[in-house]
Structure formats: structure tokens, C-alpha cells
């Protein structure tokens, strides 16, 4: 697939190429593989600096575990990750753990990605002193400053996680991959398990941070209405391929896959009494360790046809920006 950010004369931050993960199925004392799970099959995008790009589908289609490749906490089955002009894919020991501190992660629920045992100021200490940055005298200040920015203030570094709510605690695991100030922020579904009241702010809070310490941001949802809002461009995932990519206002302004037209659909309108044409998807999602022939979306798609039983779409690009993999015209 050509590079969008090559063709508008602009360098990637992330460069994913065919990228595929399989996980085998063993059985047995002997550990057989029986099997294997399809969780990314060939994806392929790239993130420009400064922007949020935005990947979204069902629960099970890969967004997460492609976020977690492109960490390298996770190692590809095949396929080539390029950060900052760099391959990664088999960089290891000292050079892996310095790459580190340019690319961190934001889990989806704070609780369970902060120790429970130490506090707010010890849990951001620690990258701190893992990869021998900052410290001294006026470690203190630095993590005031960084709970300040997030939102918090300087006296909750004496506080431990049980004692937040679930918004201070998403800020903690801001401030902490914050802390190495890094080039890329994997956000793997931040708010999905906050309440609704506190999602806006945690929204604003990541867009005030990406101008601050101009980060660039992967972020990973199912909520559209989320993505929308943060999102420079927006890469649509199902079972573990990509269906369509496009920027924001292409995407919402004109899905052009089945797919996208139907997530897009069961977009709430927040007005009483408003009327919206909602596509009713039919059917389970395949299963990933057996996906079908041809277009994986074929079995749930209203416009079906022979050749998408048979022939696997290409991802391509349909107009200026906006790349799509469907046989439909």
C-alpha cells in the first residue's frame, strides 16, 4: 500500500507495514498447534507527528493488540513497525529499553495498571528511575509539576490509588507516561471505564496535553462519538483487518465500507425526537481462529455479493486521503 504521508510530502512518526499477529492454539502434553487466532492479519498505516489517529471497531477486532505490537510488548508474527525512521521490529536488549521512553501507554482501566501498594508519587518515580532520568534534589518538583498538568494536585503524590477516583486515577497513568516525555502515546480506551461525566474531561485533558508536550496519540476506542472528537484521522478495523482509513471529516461525512456506515449509524443524536436511519448488523462476528473467504465482512454485509465470498478486497484509495477495502464501486 503507498504511504499517504509520503505522497503529501510529510514523514511518519509510525510506519506499520503488513503487520500480522497470530496466536497459536496448542493442545495436548506435547503442546500441539492446532490452530491459530488471526488478531491482526496484514494492517497497514502510519501516524504523522502531532496528530491522533484514531482506530476503532468491535470488541475482538485487534485495535488493542495492534496498539501493543507497535510497543513491541507483544512481537509480531511477521510485518515491519517503523518508529522515527527506525525499524524496531528486532531491536532488543539496551536499544529496546531506551525506545521505551519515546513511546508509553495509557491503559484502559487505571485501577488495575497502577500498583496498589505504592503511591501516586512512587508509581511516577518509578519510570523515572527505571530508565535514569531526572531524579535529585528536585524529583519532588517534577512530580508536582506533572500532577499539576494532568490535573491533580502536588499533594496527591502522598496518596495511594484506592484512595482516587476513577478520573484521578486515569490522571495518574497520564502523569506516568508523561514522565519520560515521549514522542508517542498509545491510548488504549481511556475512558471507556470512567462515567460519563468525567469522559469530556479526560478528552480535553489529552488534547491539552498533545499541545503542551507535542505528543502524537494512537487512540484506540469503539465509542465513534469519542474518536470524532480527538481524532486527526480515523483507521477502521474488523477481525484483524483494515476496512477503512480517512480523516476525520471524510470518514463521518461519507463512510464508504459497509462496516463504517453501520458503527456510524449507532451513533446517538442528542436530540429528543430526532429520527436516524440505524443499519441493524445480522449475524455474529466470525470466528477469528476460522475467518471466512474473500471480504471478512461478507457474511454480515447487506450488500453481498459472489466476489465477495471469493476475492479478498484490496485497501485502496477510493479518493484523495480516503482508503478503502470493498469491492462496491
Known sequence: MPD?????????????????????????????????????????????PGETFGLV?????????????????????SGDIVFDGRKINDIKSEELRCLRREMQIVFQDPMASLNPRMTVGDLIKEPLEVHRVGGGANLDDQISDLLVAVGLRPNHMYCFPRELSGGQRQRVGMARALSLRPKLIVADEPVSALDVSIRSQIINLLK????????TYLFIAHDMSVVKHISD????????????????GLLFAGPQHPYTQALLSAIPIPSPGAKKDRIILEGDVPNPIDPPPGCRFNTRCRYVMDRCRQEEPILREKEASHWVACHLD
Open 57 to 77: 471497531g468491535e470488541s475482538g477486532c485487534g485495535k488493542t493488540t495492534t496498539g501493543r505490537l507497535i510497543l513491541r510488548l507483544i512481537e509480531p508474527t
Open 208 to 215: 491539552d496535553l498533545q499541545e503542551e508536550f507535542k505528543l
Open 4 to 48: 499517504p504521508a509520503i505522497k503529501a510530502g510529510r514523514e511518519s512518526l509510525v510506519e506499520v507495514k503488513n503487520l500480522t499477529k497470530y496466536f497459536p492454539i496448542t493442545k495436548g502434553i506435547l503442546s500441539r498447534v492446532v490452530g491459530r487466532v488471526h488478531a491482526v492479519d496484514g494492517v497497514s498505516f502510519n501516524i504523522l
Open 233 to 248: 484521522r480515523v483507521g477502521v478495523m474488523y477481525l484483524g483487518k483494515m476496512v477503512e482509513m480517512a480523516p476525520k
